[in-house]
């Protein structure tokens, strides 16, 4: 399988590694939306949350918890956000599962999401819809 982040967790390409575990590892995003954004990778190869073991996600958020604090603290970030990318559609380019740790500051100028309101009607039948799945 030609995967470039196994190839990085394999060290066969190199990285900017700041945590390792026996689940995860997480290094620096090559292209950073800050210095300092951070990707969280389990070491078990899944293509996206869809097919992730439920124990890689924990040990994933787990890895999270503590490396988002380290970045907060190293970059002096007002904030992280912790975002996931999954398939295609979502901005996934990489298909080997993983999270991005983003370090935030007050008046970044990064702006999240637009929000728009639900048309009449239309929160309640996509409610009915997801809970029906
Ligand atoms: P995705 O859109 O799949 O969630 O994001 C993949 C991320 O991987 C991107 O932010 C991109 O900059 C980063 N990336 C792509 N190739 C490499 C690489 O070779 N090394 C590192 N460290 N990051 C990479
Ligand atoms: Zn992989």
Redesign the pocket.
Known sequence: MDC??CK?IEGK?P??KIYENEHVVA??????VHPG?T?VVPKHHSTSLFDMPDDDIAAVFHAAKKVAQAVKEATSAGGINV???NDKAA?????HS?I?LIPRFENDGLKLWPGRKYSEGQQAEIQKRIVGC
Do not use: E
């Open positions: 470039l982040f990085i390409l990285s900017a290094f620096l995003d090559i292209n950073p954004h990707l975002n996931m990318n901005g996934q380019v990489v298909f993983h991005h």
